[in-house]
């Protein structure tokens, strides 16, 4: 069964910087396209960035563009995302997802396995 397991969040000043990890187990990591999701208070899921299995096909929501960067070590079974110049717009619990094939998911729907993700809380 695989298992995904967040770190790296926090509290965080505005401008401030976090490294968030997700060691992914139970499976074949280098199968699987990779996603950063986050959830809001009062807000649905949305997709931050995600990867395909290679890192060569990489997607960034528009608000995150230029800031953030998703990437993976298939030696490591770890996925990153490096978040710099954060807002306070980017509090949220961070999830991490996996989604077995290729291609770079976008969706939730297209995700197999969640973890249980990590608070992000950036302070104006």
């Known amino acids: 069964q695989v298992q995904l397991v967040e770190s790296g969040g926090g509290l965080v000043q505005a401008g401030g910087s976090l490294r968030l990890r997700c060691t992914f187990s139970?499976?074949?990591?280098?199968?699987?396209?990779m996603g950063w999701f986050r959830q809001a208070p009062g807000k649905e899921r949305e997709s931050v960035s995600t990867?395909?299995?290679?890192?060569?096909?990489?997607y960034y929501t528009d608000s995150v563009k230029g800031r953030f960067t998703i990437s993976r070590d298939n030696a490591k079974n770890t996925v990153y995302l490096q978040m710099n110049s954060l807002k306070p717009e980017d509090t949220a619990v961070y999830y991490c997802?996996?989604?077995?094939?290729?291609?770079?998911?976008?969706?939730?729907?297209?995700?197999?396995?969640w973890g249980q993700g990590t608070q992000v809380t950036v302070s104006s």
């Open positions: 990867i395909n299995r290679g890192s060569g096909s990489i």
């Open positions: 139970g499976g074949t990591f280098a199968r699987y396209a």
């Open positions: 997802a996996a989604a077995e094939g290729g291609g770079v998911r976008r969706y939730r729907y297209e995700y197999d396995y």
